[in-house]
């Protein structure tokens, strides 16, 4: 049965519509995966060495084990925003000739061959072949503990899917575990209570009782099962597999009327990022991205650094990216309604840009506090915020011309990469690339003051010929009319 599933499964990707495109994408995500896989195991290879440099009275195994509480918290972490339970592929099945049970455990077997589970196999593997070689731990001991922190590894996997399951909303998701984990956090930082070590300890005992590997396993089991039986139950396309019900509610946007010709688009827009999933998830990104900053700006070595350019135009510009990208996709499922309207299609652009324009402003003050790291920053980042208002907000409009992909709006999953064609992959370049080469021109011939002021009179040249702009790319959109219109026809891209 796991075979004929396998092979409808296969069926349907090799006669998608869209088979060259997607072969495209897989191909490029399966070169990033070899490229995380060979790093992670390159770190296996020199953990061992890497913590005896920097605790030489330490046994670094017992250290890693201290540390395998933030892996598994990361882990957890990144599977909630990006793991899903793939159930939709599950509703075709629900008619056929098929056994319910081997639905369900196909579908949960798929989910153990999840990347993140790779990540950690991929560093356990070489350290423990290197630990065994030099250490005096038996292969016993160590195979035990291989099995005990792989079996952690899948209990996260299923409580996540467990999580995926009864929660809808993404903050729902993740607020439960960011509080656990800044308690967790505060208690070891504090030296209040070590939880790091407790938790270590177990792994510790596995050392010495190879035998304790059990009891991940049994946990693993026991949540597998209770997983299968509770999706097996609730396999009905009126129950689990239902799509969610939306509730619609009615937002006062009456102040958007003093926006004249715009405002019943901005209003559409704003409807859009209010009541759809996906439009919503860029919202939920730009909040925590404005938390980007603080990965570059203590650290002394990125002062004066471009990179304090690419931050600054990523912080005010990560609306533009992660919304304009999609312009017109977003209004894929009623597009050709807009195009039989009495409607100038600068006036559609022109409130998406103010839209983007807006949201510029807003990342803007909000990350005025980095002036605690002083007024360069600050400086760089009003610069970068006005280079985003007149040059990238016309150019990520420009490029949606190249649009063609239907966006399922319903679909919330962060590594979404559903309407993804290669006006995506290519706007990128030019919007963080082309800013920073000129700022580092510039700033090597007469420093940064001078660098700043360039990217600001750009950004103002954009924007004094922002009406020209628009009605240029507006005529693009009119040449790409009707490929863009069945693009947006296609269901399965």
């Given at each position: 049965m796991f075979k004929r599933l396998f092979i409808l499964e296969w069926n349907s990707f090799f006669r998608s519509a869209d088979l060259g495109k997607g072969i495209a994408v897989k191909i490029l995500l399966g070169f990033l995966g070899l490229y995380f896989l060979v790093s992670f195991m390159t770190l296996g290879f020199s953990l061992h060495f890497l913590l005896k440099e920097?605790?030489?009275?330490?046994?670094?195994?017992?250290?890693?084990?201290?540390?395998?509480?933030?892996?598994?918290?990361?882990?957890?972490?990144?599977?909630?925003?990006?793991?899903?339970?793939?159930?939709l592929?599950?509703?075709?099945?629900?008619?056929?000739?098929?056994?319910?049970?081997?639905?369900v455990h196909y579908t949960l077997m798929k989910?153990?061959?999840?990347?993140?589970?790779?990540?950690?196999?991929?560093?356990?593997?070489?350290?423990?072949?290197i630990t065994s070689r030099i250490t005096d731990f038996s292969n016993t001991q160590l195979l035990g503990w291989f099995v005990a922190v792989l079996g952690t590894e899948y209990i996260i996997n299923f409580y996540n899917l467990y999580i995926q399951k009864n929660f809808s909303t993404s903050l729902i998701k993740i607020l439960p575990f960011l509080i656990l984990v800044i308690v967790l956090f505060c208690l070891?930082?504090?030296?209040?209570?070590?939880?790091?070590?407790?938790?270590?300890?177990?792994?510790?005992?596995?050392?010495?009782?190879?035998?304790?590997?059990?009891?991940?396993?049994?946990?693993?089991?026991?949540?597998?099962?209770?997983?299968?039986?509770?999706?097996?139950?609730?396999?009905?396309?009126?129950?689990?597999?239902?799509?969610?019900?939306?509730?619609?509610?009615?937002?006062n946007l009456s102040w958007t009327n003093r926006f004249g010709e715009l405002a019943p688009f901005l209003q559409l827009d704003l409807r859009l990022l209010w009541r759809a999933k996906r439009a919503r998830n860029t919202i939920i990104v730009c909040l925590l991205f404005l938390a980007y900053g603080l990965f570059f700006y203590p650290n002394p070595e990125f002062k004066d650094s471009s990179m304090l350019v690419f931050v600054g135009i990523f912080i005010s510009g990560i609306f533009i990216i992660n919304f304009g990208q999609f312009v017109p996709a977003?209004?894929?499922?009623?597009?050709?309604?807009?195009?039989?309207?009495?409607?100038?299609?600068?006036?559609?652009?022109?409130s998406k840009a103010t839209l983007m324009a807006i949201s510029v402003g807003i990342l803007t003050i909000l990350s005025t506090g980095y002036l605690y790291f002083g007024w360069e920053i600050l400086w760089i980042n009003i610069s970068c915020a006005i280079y985003n208002l007149g040059v990238n907000i016309p150019l990520i409009l420009l490029f949606g011309a190249m649009n063609k992909?239907?966006?399922?709006?319903?679909?919330?999953?962060?590594?979404?990469?559903?309407?993804?064609?290669?006006?995506?992959?290519?706007?990128?370049?030019?919007?963080?690339?082309?800013?920073?080469?000129?700022?580092?021109?510039?700033?090597?011939?007469a420093g940064m003051n001078v660098a700043n002021i360039?990217?600001?009179?750009?950004?103002?040249?954009?924007?004094?010929?922002?009406?020209?702009?628009?009605?240029?790319?507006?005529?693009?959109?009119?040449?790409?009319?009707?490929s863009m219109l069945a693009g947006f026809k296609e269901v399965n891209n």
């Amino acid at each position: 049965m796991f075979k004929r599933l396998f092979i409808l499964e296969w069926n349907s990707f090799f006669r998608s519509a869209d088979l060259g495109k997607g072969i495209a994408v897989k191909i490029l995500l399966g070169f990033l995966g070899l490229y995380f896989l060979v790093s992670f195991m390159t770190l296996g290879f020199s953990l061992h060495f890497l913590l005896k440099e920097l605790y030489p009275n330490d046994e670094p195994i017992f250290l890693v084990n201290k540390f395998l509480l933030i892996w598994f918290c990361v882990s957890f972490f990144i599977r909630v925003m990006f793991q899903k339970i793939p159930l939709l592929n599950i509703k075709p099945l629900l008619i056929q000739n098929i056994n319910r049970s081997s639905i369900v455990h196909y579908t949960l077997m798929k989910t153990i061959y999840s990347f993140s589970n790779w990540l950690l196999i991929a560093v356990m593997i070489p350290y423990v072949i290197i630990t065994s070689r030099i250490t005096d731990f038996s292969n016993t001991q160590l195979l035990g503990w291989f099995v005990a922190v792989l079996g952690t590894e899948y209990i996260i996997n299923f409580y996540n899917l467990y999580i995926q399951k009864n929660f809808s909303t993404s903050l729902i998701k993740i607020l439960p575990f960011l509080i656990l984990v800044i308690v967790l956090f505060c208690l070891d930082y504090f030296n209040i209570f070590s939880v790091t070590d407790l938790f270590g300890s177990f792994y510790d005992l596995v050392l010495n009782n190879p035998l304790l590997c059990l009891v991940p396993i049994l946990i693993v089991a026991f949540s597998y099962l209770l997983l299968f039986n509770d999706i097996k139950r609730n396999m009905y396309l009126d129950a689990y597999l239902q799509d969610e019900r939306s509730e619609f509610k009615e937002y006062n946007l009456s102040w958007t009327n003093r926006f004249g010709e715009l405002a019943p688009f901005l209003q559409l827009d704003l409807r859009l990022l209010w009541r759809a999933k996906r439009a919503r998830n860029t919202i939920i990104v730009c909040l925590l991205f404005l938390a980007y900053g603080l990965f570059f700006y203590p650290n002394p070595e990125f002062k004066d650094s471009s990179m304090l350019v690419f931050v600054g135009i990523f912080i005010s510009g990560i609306f533009i990216i992660n919304f304009g990208q999609f312009v017109p996709a977003w209004d894929s499922s009623y597009y050709s309604m807009l195009m039989t309207q009495n409607m100038p299609i600068k006036l559609y652009l022109e409130s998406k840009a103010t839209l983007m324009a807006i949201s510029v402003g807003i990342l803007t003050i909000l990350s005025t506090g980095y002036l605690y790291f002083g007024w360069e920053i600050l400086w760089i980042n009003i610069s970068c915020a006005i280079y985003n208002l007149g040059v990238n907000i016309p150019l990520i409009l420009l490029f949606g011309a190249m649009n063609k992909k239907r966006i399922d709006l319903d679909n919330g999953n962060y590594f979404n990469y559903q309407g993804v064609g290669a006006a995506q992959w290519l706007v990128g370049i030019p919007l963080l690339i082309i800013p920073i080469i000129i700022w580092v021109i510039f700033n090597f011939i007469a420093g940064m003051n001078v660098a700043n002021i360039v990217l600001i009179l750009l950004g103002m040249i954009g924007l004094a010929f922002r009406n020209h702009l628009l009605n240029w790319i507006a005529n693009k959109y009119i040449i790409k009319k009707y490929s863009m219109l069945a693009g947006f026809k296609e269901v399965n891209n």
